[in-house]
């Protein structure tokens, strides 16, 4: 099996246990979705239908992505050879000299691009945030002292699941420029 096989199907894999894991930690805590935070139930009122529906359909896309991303999408890198980190992802991303605080709010010139990062951010990121939500799910079950700490420290919950997303990126963006260097040495 290729290495981008192999990725794809551990990916998937995890992608689908993780999920799984979620949805069941989250009956275990609250079966009648009371206590859910999730926005689909929170903001929007839909019960276990639509939580499941929404799950579907959010993990077929990541799987889509992921897939795209590792068999369908080439890679462009640009052509001027020797670029450090930081000049390879102003022009990877943008196609031209940017600052990088644009990626927080720019899309790429070329989609290859951002069907690449998101078929790699994407499902590790579910992954991580997934196992850490379902953790986090079973500890409020399972520990009166937990429940005490989750009340204070969910708010930065939020922050440390946004900086596990950007970390991915990083990472992206780290092994594209490997794969630049090593397809063009300075």
Sequence with gaps: ???????????????????????????????DLARETNPIVSLFGQGWAGVLVAQVVLVSVVIALSYYSLFRVKRVHPPQKGLGFRDFVALYYFGKEKNLTRLLYEFPADKRVLVGLLGYVLPRTLIVVGAFISLSSMLLVRSVAYRGFYGVARPCYYVVLAGIAIAFCVLFFRREHALYRAASPA
């Design 1 to 31: 099996m290729s290495k981008a096989r192999w990725e794809f199907a551990v990916l998937t894999v995890l992608l689908l246990a993780t999920r799984v894991w979620d949805a069941a930690a989250t009956y275990a805590v609250t079966p």
